[in-house]
Nanobody, 115 residues
Framework: QVQLVESGGGLVQPGGSLRLSCAAS????????MGWYRQAPGKQREWVAQ?????TTNFADSLKGRFTISRDNFKVYLEMNNLKPEDTAVYYC???????????WGQGTQVTVSS
């Protein structure tokens, strides 16, 4: 049974940093792509960043320079710096692997940026 479990969310002041983690389990092989999405209240879920098994990274244009994504086999991390109130959202981890027809999702972790 595939599971993705996020952690590291919380309350942070504007300008602060957070590091989100996501641990994947149940896959028979390392996901070829892992990434992060977020959903703010009243808004649609939006793509944040992704990283392939080969280490290629891509970011939403609006987040380049503030967010960094990295992975260690079955774990993926999102380092968020200079956080702004508009970064407040539930952050979701996703993973896709060969041999699986679906993209898998975690349950989400809340990030709140407020003074």
């Amino acid at each position: 049974q595939v599971q993705l479990v996020e952690s590291g969310g919380g309350l942070v002041q504007p300008g602060g940093s957070l590091r989100l983690s996501c641990a994947a389990s149940g896959f028979t092989r390392s996901p070829f792509r892992m990434g992060w999405y977020r959903q703010a209240p009243g808004k649609q879920r939006e793509w944040v960043a992704q990283i392939t098994s080969g280490g290629t990274t891509n970011f939403a244009d609006s987040l380049k320079g503030r967010f960094t994504i990295s992975r260690d086999n079955f774990k993926v991390y999102l380092e968020m710096n200079n956080l702004k109130p508009e970064d407040t959202a539930v952050y979701y981890c996703s993973a896709a692997a060969l041999g699986y027809s679906a993209t898998f999702w975690g349950q989400g972790t809340q990030v709140t940026v407020s003074s």
